[in-house]
T-cell receptor, first 115, second 114 residues
Framework: GEQVEQRPPHLSVREGDSAFITCTYTDPNSYYFFWYKQEPGASLQLLMKVFSSTEINEGQGFTVLLNKKDKRLSLNLTAAHPGDSAAYFCAVSQNYGGSGNKLIFGTGTLLSVKP | DPKIIQKPKYLVAVTGSEKILICEQYLGHNAMYWYRQSAKKPLEFMFSYSYQKLMDNQTASSRFQPQSSKKNHLDLQITALKPDDSATYFC?????????????FGHGTKLSVL
């Protein structure tokens, strides 16, 4: 089955720096990709959903790049601030009609942004 | 104002006992799910339900039994609890059970089995 590897497990940056997180996956049938943010004691909140290859998707203060050729998904937090401190998870969903929404999650990255 | 309510938030149980984790969603969604997050593993898919019917079961043990009494309820009964069951259990929902829809997550129930 699909395996999703996420790096790094822990990341500490200073306010204003960039924070870069990468996930690699194995199944070429993976079709939809998600980034979730989990603040301490809170539920997972969706940051972005992508499915187009090698497309840079821009959100508020971050960009997401999907490279299907390399089976790589990345999240870049630009100019991180302390409010970005949280756990970040990538997730992959395959395009099987009967198995939709069986998300396979990465192991997570615990980001700490210091003032 | 949370739209997916999980009860209780924290739960302590003794080995061998049985517990029920409650989940109710008020988003009008037709699909509901259970995921587990433990210290040793990433978030793991457990079950999916669509219109109160079990669609997918990735849990090897029959000790875990989802129960859907209403369309917006999906409880999780765990019997013969073991210390390895200690984890945070997340309930989630989506409008429909298709691949490209985002999931909405509850705040989780943190279960500790002594």
């Amino acid at each position: 089955g699909e395996q999703v590897e996420q790096r790094p497990p822990h990341l500490s940056v200073r306010e204003g720096d960039s924070a870069f997180i990468t996930c690699t996956y194995t199944d070429p049938n993976s079709y939809y990709f998600f980034w979730y943010k989990q603040e301490p004691g809170a539920s997972l909140q969706l940051l972005m959903k992508v499915f187009s290859s090698t497309e840079i998707n821009e959100g508020q203060g971050f960009t997401v790049l999907l490279n299907k050729k390399d089976k790589r998904l990345s999240l870049n937090l630009t100019a991180a601030h302390p409010g970005d401190s949280a756990a970040y998870f990538c997730a992959v969903s395959q395009n099987y009609g009967g198995s939709g929404n069986k998300l396979i999650f990465g192991t997570g990255t615990l980001l700490s942004v210091k003032p | 104002d949370p739209k997916i309510i999980q009860k209780p938030k924290y739960l302590v149980a003794v080995t061998g006992s049985e517990k029920i984790l409650i989940c109710e969603q008020y988003l009008g969604h037709n699909a509901m799910y259970w995921y587990r997050q433990s210290a040793k593993k990433p978030l793991e898919f457990m079950f999916s339900y669509s219109y109160q019917k079990l669609m997918d079961n990735q849990t090897a043990s029959s000790r875990f039994q989802p129960q859907s009494s209403k369309k917006n309820h999906l409880d999780l009964q765990i019997t013969a609890l073991k210390p390895d069951d200690s984890a945070t259990y997340f309930c989630a929902s989506s409008p429909r059970k298709i691949s490209n829809e985002r999931l909405f997550f509850g705040h989780g129930t943190k279960l500790s089995v002594l």
